[in-house]
Structure formats: C-alpha cells, structure tokens
C-alpha cells in the first residue's frame, strides 16, 4: 500500500508523524507523496481540508484517514495514542471505505472568458467588503430572490457543522446528497427581503448568483480566500467527485456532533 502523510506544523502533530511513518516503512509499506493510495492526515479538520486540496485531482484512488492531535473532529477518527491500532487495520485493509457528498463551484470572472472551477469539502462563499452584496438567486434554473446583505455560503452535508452552523445552518447527517444555503447577515425591510432561512437544496439543481458589479468580491472556497475579483456569476451544484474515507470503524454521526458541540454540559 502506498501512502502519504499531511501533518499540521505543531510539534506534537509532527512527533506523530515521525512515528508512524517509521512504523508503517517497518512494515514495508511505500511512502509516496505524489500518488498515494491513503493519505493520513495529522491535526484536526483543518488539516484534513488541506490535505483534501492538496490531493483534489487524485480523489478516485485516494482514501483519507484522519488522526487528531487536539479534540475529536469531524474528518479526524483516530486518537494520536492509537498509532499502532491504525497500523494494524492499515496492514490488514481491505479497501473499505466510505464516502461523502462534495461541491462543485463555477466562477464566470469578469475578465477571463471561461467559467474556473472548483472544488470545496466544507463550502463556498460569496462575500462583500465594504458595501452591500446585492445578488440575484436562482435555484434550478428558477428566479428566487434578490438578495441583499454580507454573502451567502454553501456548504456540504459534512461542511454544515462548520461556517455553516455559525450562521445558524442546520446540521445535515452526511448521507444525504445535498447542499445548504445560509444567508450571511441579510438585509429585511419594508422594501428588501430574503427568505431568511437556511435552504436545503435538492441534488440536481443548481443555485446560481449573478452579483450586481463591482469589484470588491471575497470567494472563499474552504480555507482558499480570493479578494477583489469581478465576479459575473457563480454557479453550485453537488459534485460528481465524492471524497473517500478509509473506514476502519464505525462513528456514530450524532454521536460526533454531541462530543463536539454538547459535550458534557447535559450530562446526568
Ligand atoms: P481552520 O482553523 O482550518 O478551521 C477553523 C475551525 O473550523 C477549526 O476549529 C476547525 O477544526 C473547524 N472545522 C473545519 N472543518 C470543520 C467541519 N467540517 N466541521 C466542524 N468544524 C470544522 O481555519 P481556516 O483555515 O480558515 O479553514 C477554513 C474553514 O474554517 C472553512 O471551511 C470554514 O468552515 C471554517 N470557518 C468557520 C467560520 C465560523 O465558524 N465563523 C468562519 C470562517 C471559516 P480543527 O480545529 O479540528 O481544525
């Protein structure tokens, strides 16, 4: 099995590193960074989103293994003190795998004459800087509405429980092939108004912006930040990619979702 691994730069995320890569050579596995068959990430989910972009062309021969070296994440299963247990199921895999929902981006820039794409694992996001984003919103082809405020996001199922669950998204189970729309800080009045809700969109549709002009755009696609573009239009839609993860053992989704953001506070 050839593998890769992406670790995070704090000292503690690279001692792992150091060590299961001696473990996993010891057991006449082949380091290769270029084209891997497993890239094992070390950190949190920060450092899985990287590892995700790094690796984004290569996503049908590739399964992502997370190992967190802070709190449990939602892209990371494994503790930093189960190094051998991960070699053990690494050297005894089978190619199981599970898989989840990503989303394509399509960007018609003002000055380029094709439409860039993209790809997110968390989401997509159309920012203001300065003024009002106004936009209008088309979902399936469909006139929806003309927004104005701060940005809109779009994000994955396995994204909904990052920005999108600050702007007050629901959390979407990962089985389902869907996308969200969560308005970033909307404008509601007499005479401006959104539907002022997150919106869970159906697989085939696209939702589709065309921004009012200007040049003061911010488009982040996961951590990647693009400032001061000309947008025309950006189109969004579940990807055809999927993103797979090695799938050692089960985790419980809701189960994740209580450690990360409930914890022990209800406790009995
Ligand atoms: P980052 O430090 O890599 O991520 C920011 C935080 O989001 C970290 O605590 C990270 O967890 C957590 N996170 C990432 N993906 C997650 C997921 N799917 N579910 C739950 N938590 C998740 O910062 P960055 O380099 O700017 O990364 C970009 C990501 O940050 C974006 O994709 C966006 O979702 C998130 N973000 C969140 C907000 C917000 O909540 N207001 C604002 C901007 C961006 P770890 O500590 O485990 O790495």
């Known amino acids: 099995m050839k593998f890769a691994i992406v670790a995070n730069d704090l000292p503690k995320s690279q001692n792992v590193k150091r060590n299961l890569e001696k473990k996993l050579l010891e057991c006449h596995m082949v380091e290769d960074e270029k084209h891997p068959e497993i890239v094992i990430t070390i950190g949190g989910d920060g450092t899985l989103l990287s590892a995700f972009h790094k690796y984004q062309d290569q996503l049908e021969s590739i399964r992502f293994v997370g190992v967190h070296t802070g709190h449990l994440g939602f892209y990371t299963d494994w503790r930093e003190d189960e ?7 690494l050297q005894s895999d089978n190619g199981q795998s599970i898989s989840y929902p990503l989303l394509e981006v399509q ?17 997509a996001a159309l920012k203001k800087i300065g003024t009002t984003l106004v936009t209008d919103v088309y979902i399936g082809g469909e006139f929806f509405e003309s927004f104005r405020g701060d940005g809109l996001c779009v994000s994955t ?4 429980t990052a920005y999108n669950k600050s702007l007050g998204g629901a959390v979407v189970h990962p089985n389902l092939e869907v996308m969200q729309v969560a308005e970033i800080g909307s404008i509601n009045n007499r005479v401006f108004r959104t539907v002022s809700a997150p919106m869970i969109i159906a697989p085939r549709d696209w939702v589709t912006l065309y921004p009012d002009h200007g040049t003061d755009f911010v488009l982040t696609i996961d951590a990647l930040t693009k400032s001061g573009c000309k947008i025309e239009k950006i189109m969004f839609k579940i990807a055809k990619q999927r993103i797979y993860f090695a799938k050692y053992r089960h985790q419980h989704f809701w189960r994740r979702v209580q450690d990360a953001f409930i914890g022990d506070a209800n406790g009995v």
């Open 83 to 89: 190094i051998d247990d991960l070699v053990v199921s």
């Open 107 to 123: 960007v018609k820039y003002a000055n380029e004459p094709h439409m860039k794409k993209y790809i997110a694992l968390n989401e």
């Open 157 to 160: 199922p396995t994204g909904s």
